[in-house]
């Protein structure tokens, strides 16, 4: 048995998706996620041109040797582009060799170390009242965990606020087309000020602690909008709001910053879902600068990638929290809870639905109830593609925002 197939399929319902189908020479097919917000096409050329004519008689079985073949073999390593190409041939490798054994693709990773995956969904509103009435309907569904973002005084469009209410499709949609849903020709710009935002953003979840109690789990990201002394000052200012962590305060691409923030607060951090290696983690781990990774299985190399960190991170008694965004595909958030589901070190899963047009295309089997995810018990990684469907939907390009201070500056968004 072998490869003898190998396809790139982009997809737009509502948003854009690169899939990868590999189909074995006795016709079983495994499905993989490769989508890369915004850059999309660029992991389409990697993967057709470069990656999947290698593949082509390879044994499906040896997913190891092939994920060091890719990874190794072509000399420039890592990389969001390499890296989400690699995931989608690793997902769809594990796809594969979980249909052929008729198990879902946990019991393959060790088997369950939980019954159900805690989630936190996300939680916004222009206003304080808007946020407020969110996040109590939220609760009154069982859900214990929600990322807070809120509008800022003074400002416009904010990262992570949307128009959203309890039981609704979270319509928070950062990859942008033109206004009349044609093809964007640039990202849009938005306007930040770090200063409005210290100065007010505790003071959300002081009232939100005294209004909700602290039953509630709270997340909230600042973006990696903030420089290493000012994410110390907002860490420890939330100290007494008992946070459950602060997601990405501060860019982390130079791990070390991370240290000035340590020291200043015992508020937990997580970052990493613009990671891709477990490189781009070793000083954090090692020094336990952070609590909870955040990379997708999309953009770290897939299964065998992103288990490779975790495994690494539990050394240190660091938990996972695994990117589920919209922006990666129900194949890759399905890929993500087989993982959670074996670790030992599960800390929490991020949970964004998909819109009813993405699930049309992507036929799932993973379930949400009571603010638990499952990635059910069907062979493989429990999702299919209907490529019929899928053709209807053509490429649309759509970029994320770019960020600019109140005098002009290019910023981080």
């Known amino acids: 048995m072998s490869i003898e197939k190998v396809d790139v399929i982009v997809t737009s319902p509502g948003r854009n998706f690169v899939t990868l189908k590999i189909t074995t020479s006795d016709g079983i097919v495994g499905w993989g996620d490769g989508t890369l917000n915004g850059r999309e096409l660029a992991v389409v050329a990697y993967l057709r041109d470069h990656v999947g004519p290698t593949l082509i008689g390879r044994n499906e079985d040896n997913i190891e040797d092939t994920w060091q073949y890719l990874y190794r073999g072509p000399y420039w390593r890592r990389g969001p582009v390499t890296m989400a190409s690699i995931a989608a041939v690793d997902m769809a490798l594990w796809d594969i060799k979980a249909k052929k054994a008729g198990v879902p693709l946990y019991q393959l990773l060790g088997g369950a170390s939980r019954s159900g995956l805690r989630a936190y969904v996300h939680a916004s509103g222009a206003t304080y009242e808007d946020l407020l009435d969110v ?145 781009d983690y070793q000083t954090l781990i090692t020094e336990r600068l952070i609590d909870y990774v955040r990379s997708s299985v999309t953009h770290a190399g897939g299964v065998t990638g992103l288990k490779r960190i975790l495994d690494f991170a539990g050394i240190y008694g660091i938990k996972s929290g695994i990117h589920g965004p919209t922006d990666v595909s129900p194949i890759g958030m399905a890929a993500g809870l087989h993982i959670d589901m074996a670790i030992h070190n599960f800390g929490i899963q991020e949970y964004m639905p998909h819109s009813e047009e993405t699930l049309k295309v992507f036929h799932t089997s993973y379930t949400f109830k009571n603010g638990f995810l499952h990635p059910g018990d069907t062979p493989g990684l429990g999702v299919e593609l209907d490529e019929e469907l899928a053709a209807a939907y053509p490429y649309t390009a759509a970029y994320l925002p770019v960020n600019r201070l109140t005098d002009g500056t290019m910023y981080d968004w």
Not at 140 to 154: D, H
Not at 207 to 223: F, S
Not at 235 to 245: G, H, I, K, Q, S
């Open 135 to 279: 996040i109590r309907g939220y609760m009154a569904q069982g859900i214990t965990a929600v990322r807070v973002q809120t509008g800022i005084p003074g400002l416009g469009q904010v990262y992570g606020v949307a128009s959203s209410k309890p039981g609704e499709k979270y319509n928070y949609e950062p990859a942008l087309r033109s206004a009349d849903g044609t093809a964007a020709t640039r990202p849009a710009e938005e306007t930040w000020d770090s200063r409005a935002y210290l100065n007010y953003m505790p003071g959300v979840f002081k009232r939100l602690r005294e209004d909700l109690g602290t039953e509630i789990r709270l997340l909230h990201d600042g973006h990696h909008r903030l420089t290493p002394i000012e994410a110390a000052r907002l860490a420890r200012e939330l100290e007494p709001c008992d946070l459950f962590w602060l997601e990405d305060p501060t860019p982390a691409e130079d791990q070390t910053a991370l240290r000035l923030v340590r020291r200043a607060s015992t508020t937990p951090l997580a970052t990493g879902e613009v990671f891709n290696s477990v490189f």
